[in-house]
């Protein structure tokens, strides 16, 4: 009987060292995990039992997650109820603000672009501007999603903000008023017969129907010869915006790819023939304020040889956010995956880099001393230009009349207007 009892004991020993093998074993792989949310753990019951003033502990956990993200990148964040839901309705085309995108550089807010016909870009506010103050309040501490929540509002209030221009000495304070920013994303206009300026100035879920409308109102008047495709100042928006406008001016090959830590975030999307498919030379133009989605189109356009790239430097935002809704309402705004170019290239923090760099030129004013510039225009009874054909057309190879002053604003344009007339006959010496 003590044998008995002496072969068991030694048995559950066994066992029992077994199962504390495997404990520690557990123990071992999982222990810098359970230290971490032990130490949160006591530093959260430290602040809730001793911090001078009594604080929510949703509060707490909510600040304690914005600065856990808060380090990883300036585009991961964490999006309360109402910024989820702002959002989403800046991504469906329409929310109330001043209409400019913002991200964190150098930990200063700084301005990517204001968006076109927005009451940002008519205070001048400018891609590379950093903001200091919103309505008073410092930016230097607040998350990218604060900042955003603090610029808008609604439509009709005011906000103040302190601004520092590119390469100025001193700040300036400037009252913008907000407004609906427009749903429109897509701008088009006919520069000589048949060459078309078309502008993209955000990608949101009605891009590419806006483009093809575009598109469709253009060749129905005339075959398209060329188009001078414009994404300078556009911020971005969402990928698959990007990957389906790049696909109306390919038919074949990569567009983007996004390699990430999880299968599920490495793909690759290519393009397929269409009925929709543009034929027509095509320039880009780009500068500084080109981010995100808009060099998605252009490294694709670019590297497959299908345009030719014209304008500055991107901005280099190379990474792919997730939002993720969570239970509460509220979301998670994650940078899950980088993007490379058709070609193998990542453009984080490089940007792209045009085929031709030419620098936007400010248009000289207009001056007052008409005598210093006395034409042959200028004189009485002046023979007049024809500007049309025997049949009324706009002659061939000159701008039409409307055009002209918006080609005399904007050197950019006009350089690629001059070279999608010549990228044809540039082809045919290859």
Do not use: C
Request: charged fraction near 25%; avoid cysteine.
């Amino acid at each position: 009987m003590q044998r008995l009892f002496r072969a068991f004991a030694l048995l559950l020993v066994s066992f029992l060292g077994v199962g504390l093998f495997a404990s520690n074993s557990f123990s071992a792989d999982e222990n810098s995990r359970f230290d971490a949310l032990k130490r949160f753990s006591q530093v959260l019951d430290i602040v809730e039992r001793y911090y001078v003033e009594e604080t929510p502990r949703k509060e707490l956990v909510d600040g304690a997650l914005k600065g856990m993200l808060q380090e990883l990148d300036p585009h991961s964040t964490l999006l309360s109820t109402e910024e989820f839901k702002e959002m989403q309705e800046s991504s469906a085309g329409e929310f109330f603000g001043i209409g400019v995108e913002i991200t964190r550089e150098n930990n200063q807010l700084t301005v990517v672009t204001p968006i076109e016909d927005t009451p940002a870009y008519k205070a001048g506010m400018k891609a590379g501007d950093i903001i200091l103050t919103v309505s008073g309040h410092p930016t230097m501490d607040m998350t990218l999603q604060e900042a955003v929540s603090h610029i808008r509002g609604p439509k009709g209030s005011t906000v103040e903000l302190t601004i520092l221009h590119k390469n100025a000495q001193e700040p300036l304070t400037i009252k913008v008023k907000r407004d609906t920013i427009p749903l429109v994303s897509v701008k088009s206009r006919e520069l000589e017969p048949g060459y078309y300026w078309i502008r993209i100035t955000r990608f949101n879920e009605r891009t590419t129907e806006e483009l093809l409308d575009a598109l469709k109102k253009a060749s129905a008047k005339a075959p398209i010869k060329g188009i001078v495709l414009d994404l300078r100042n556009n911020p971005g928006g969402l990928l698959d915006q990007a990957i389906s406008v790049a696909d109306v001016f390919l038919d074949k090959g990569t567009i983007v790819s996004m390699r990430g830590r999880q299968n599920d975030t490495t793909r690759e999307f290519t393009a397929k023939p269409q009925s929709t498919d543009v034929k027509a030379p095509v320039v880009v133009l780009v500068n500084a304020g080109s981010a995100s989605a808009s060099e998605i189109v252009a490294g694709a356009l670019g590297d497959q040889k299908r345009a030719l790239l014209v304008g500055e430097r991107t901005f280099g935002k190379g990474s792919v956010q997730n939002v993720i809704p969570l239970s509460d309402g509220s979301g998670l705004k994650l940078t899950i995956a980088l993007y490379y170019t058709p070609s193998g290239r990542s453009i984080q923090a490089e940007g792209i880099q045009p085929d031709l760099e030419i620098p936007f030129e400010v248009p000289a004013e207009k001056t007052t001393n008409h005598l210093l510039m006395l034409r042959e225009k200028d004189l009485s009874r002046h023979l007049e230009k024809g500007t049309s054909s025997a049949n009324g057309q706009p002659e061939a190879g000159k701008p039409l009349p409307e055009a002209q002053e918006f080609l005399d604003q904007d050197n950019q344009l006009r350089m690629g207007l001059q070279f999608v007339k010549t990228l044809p006959k540039l082809r045919d010496i290859r």
